[in-house]
């Protein structure tokens, strides 16, 4: 039987690689619903060649424009209800969860509730609410598949492993646009500079995320989640090549690892044929052809986000979802040009100072801390310019 997918995020760097995916599979995935925001262009492709019974905009010009350019039996939707309902559509049983952002937080744990499973690669929904997120996982029986790179090859490694015997993960990070840069070169950076991403072609905000290490920061948060072990067994590793995607290292000694060309499609595949493997058209890895695999330890003096996101970490209950939502508001700041690229961990520092983490939050709790953070962020925004 195919399995019946739905997407948040359609139109996306994801989006469009889980498509590909689906693309090169039509006898094992069919797509039954879509979410995306204002592209609607790429949505109007989408419908066209994969029929999805529902389709969900961020606005209602959008999804009234989508209406009007398809034909057949199709639903459009929009805004934060459009996307629950992507998310519950009764003809899907998986859920690719791939918006960018704190928005993604609801309308997974929405899929969970109706107990889809999740091919998860919305790390902010693990930073901001992972306790919840995990529990009610459980409750439901349902699974959360990693989309992540760096998560995937961990979850890959582990395949067959008891996890108690794990001693450490070592998630590698490529050290984003500015990892050889002086703090005096990153002062001037621009948006453009930043959106140059070494290895990985993505959506702009987990490419500048990449640039200040606060990706990997949100992926430590993430993995404490999805394979609940303690901070102080997850650490990171520089790898310029990004060929390694992340290790484990089990008590006895071993280490073991995924290795593989930089593409999404590896990952995305993996959590949705999960625990098949099926071919796929992408680049082969060739070692010969790559050489030498560089390691280094990470410089939190240079990149503070980094050191931010293992304090709020272990800070715990809203300490991680404060720092997700001052980061969302700097890096956008930084996005829309005008913010300098130092400036977005000054803004996180400041907002993350002035919180008192509560434990134990529950969803409101989180959307509370969520408004909160975005409310100091943007004063401290107006206090500097
Ligand atoms: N890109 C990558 O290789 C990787 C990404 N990730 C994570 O995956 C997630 C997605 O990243 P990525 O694909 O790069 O991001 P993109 O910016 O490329 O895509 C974001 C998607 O979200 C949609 N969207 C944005 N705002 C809204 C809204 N208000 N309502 C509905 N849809 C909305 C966009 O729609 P539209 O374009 O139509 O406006 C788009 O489809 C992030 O959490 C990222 O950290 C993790 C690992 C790798
Ligand atoms: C492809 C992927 O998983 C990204 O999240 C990636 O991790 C970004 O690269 P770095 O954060 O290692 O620069
Ligand atoms: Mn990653």
């Given at each position: 039987m195919k399995k019946r997918i739905a997407i948040l995020g359609s139109t996306g760097s994801i989006g469009q690689s889980t498509i590909d995916v689906i693309r090169q599979h039509p006898d094992r995935f069919e797509v039954t619903a879509l979410a995306a925001g204002s592209n609607v262009d790429d949505m109007v492709r989408q419908v066209k060649e994969f029929h999805p019974s529902l389709v969900s905009m961020s606005s209602k010009e959008a999804a009234e424009e989508v209406k009007l350019r398809v034909h057949g039996p199709i639903r459009v939707v929009y805004g934060e209800e459009g996307l629950g309902e992507v998310a519950a559509?009764?003809?899907?049983?998986?859920?690719?969860?791939?918006?960018?952002?704190?928005?993604?937080l609801q309308p997974t744990l929405t899929a969970i509730r109706e107990k889809k499973t999740v091919g998860l690669a919305n790390k902010e929904t693990l930073v901001m609410g992972g306790a919840i997120v995990m529990e009610e996982a459980r409750k439901h029986g349902v699974s959360i598949l990693p989309i992540d790179s760096e998560h995937s090859a961990i979850f890959q490694s582990l395949?067959?492993?008891?996890?108690?015997?794990?001693?450490r993960l070592v998630l590698t990070a490529s050290?984003?646009?500015?990892?050889?840069?002086p703090r005096e070169k990153m002062e001037k950076a621009t948006r453009e500079e930043a959106l140059q991403h070494p290895n990985w072609t993505m959506g702009a905000k987990v490419t500048v995320d990449s640039a200040s290490l606060m990706n990997k920061g949100l992926e430590v948060i993430e993995a404490r989640w999805l394979f609940?072990?303690?901070?102080?067994?997850i650490d990171v590793l520089i790898h310029?090549?990004?060929?390694?995607?992340s290790l484990v290292e089990f008590v006895d000694g071993a280490v073991l690892a995924e290795l593989g060309m930089p593409d999404m499609k590896v990952p995305i595949q993996y959590a949705l044929s999960y625990p098949d493997r099926l071919p796929l058209q992408t680049e082969r890895l060739s070692l010969e052809k790559v050489g030498t695999l560089q390691f280094r330890e990470p410089d939190l003096k240079r990149f503070p986000c980094l050191k931010m996101a293992y304090e709020a970490g272990r800070l715990g209950g809203t300490a991680p979802t404060v720092l997700n939502a001052a980061n969302e508001v700097a890096v956008a700041h930084f996005l829309e040009g005008?913010?300098?690229?130092?400036t977005i961990e000054e803004i996180i520092g400041e907002v993350l100072s002035q919180h008192t983490p509560l434990h134990e939050p529950g969803l409101e709790d989180l959307f509370d801390a969520d408004r909160w953070a975005r409310e100091v962020a943007q004063q401290c925004l107006e206090k500097t310019f």
């Open positions: 559509h009764p003809d899907a049983d998986y859920l690719v969860s791939a918006l960018v952002g704190s928005q993604g395949h067959g492993e008891n996890p108690s015997q794990v001693r050290g984003g646009a500015f990892r050889d840069w609940d072990l303690s901070y102080d067994k310029p090549e990004s060929i390694v995607h005008g913010l300098p690229f130092l």
